[in-house]
T-cell receptor, first 111, second 113 residues
Framework: GIQVEQSPPDLILQEGANSTLRCNFS?????LQWFHQNPWGQLINLFY???GTKQNGRLSATTVATERYSLLYISSSQTTDSGVYFC?????????????FGTGTQLKVEL | DGGITQSPKYLFRKEGQNVTLSCEQN?????MYWYRQDPGQGLRLIYY???????QKGDIAEGYSVSREKKESFPLTVTSAQKNPTAFYLC????????????FGSGTRLTVV
């Protein structure tokens, strides 16, 4: 099956700093999603981004499908941004749209 | 408010016991999923169901069982055959047939004592 790798695995930022998280995938995909898991375990969908760039407030994401990677940008980070960020992709043939998740980037934003 | 409710939040199991994790949604979503998360790792799919009375194995189904008798409910049973059940379990649902629009529950943390 498809392999999904994320980097860096861990990241510590001072509040107000910017960061870029990367997601590489081993095969072509029809779409890609970014999720944020807060420290209490709740997963929230951030972006559905099969290609191109999307922005939502201080967050933006870019997927370059032809080169099999996606980037998540966090600007002016806040302590509430802490948690784990996952990217996830479905199998190309559909297959119930079950997602394959990367291993995540653990982000801690400090004052 | 519409959403997914998982219960209990914390569950302790003795060796050799079966336990059932509850997942209920009032979003009218057709598809439901169970994922397992281990520390420092991503989510791995256990079982999924696209319609009532039908479900398929995911990547790590051994030692688990599910049922889908109602659209709203997708309980997961962790059987004694699951050798390493201590983990965080997340239930999700998805609207329609589009491959986006996932909603996740807040999870159940299962610990074997």
């Amino acid at each position: 099956g498809i392999q999904v790798e994320q980097s860096p695995p861990d990241l510590i930022l001072q509040e107000g700093a910017n960061s870029t998280l990367r997601c590489n995938f081993s095969d072509s995909v029809n779409n890609l999603q970014w999720f944020h898991q807060n420290p209490w375990g709740q997963l929230i969908n951030l972006f559905y981004i099969p290609s191109g760039t999307k922005q939502n407030g201080r967050l933006s994401a870019t997927t370059v499908a032809t080169e099999r990677y996606s980037l998540l940008y966090i600007s002016s980070s806040q302590t509430t941004d802490s948690g784990v960020y996952f990217c996830a992709v479905p199998p190309k043939g559909g297959g119930g749209n079950k997602l394959t998740f990367g291993t995540g980037t653990q982000l801690k934003v400090e004052l | 408010d519409g959403g997914i409710t998982q219960s209990p939040k914390y569950l302790f199991r003795k060796e050799g016991q079966n336990v059932t994790l509850s997942c209920e949604q009032n979003l009218n979503h057709d598809a439901m999923y169970w994922y397992r998360q281990d520390p420092g790792q991503g989510l791995r799919l256990i079982y999924y169901s696209q319609i009532v009375n039908d479900f398929q194995k995911g990547d790590i189904a051994e030692g688990y069982s599910v049922s889908r008798e109602k659209k709203e409910s997708f309980p997961l049973t962790v059987t004694s055959a699951q050798k390493n059940p201590t983990a965080f379990y997340l239930c999700a649902s998805r609207r329609g047939t589009a491959d986006y629009g996932y909603t996740f529950g807040s999870g159940t943390r299962l610990t074997v004592v």
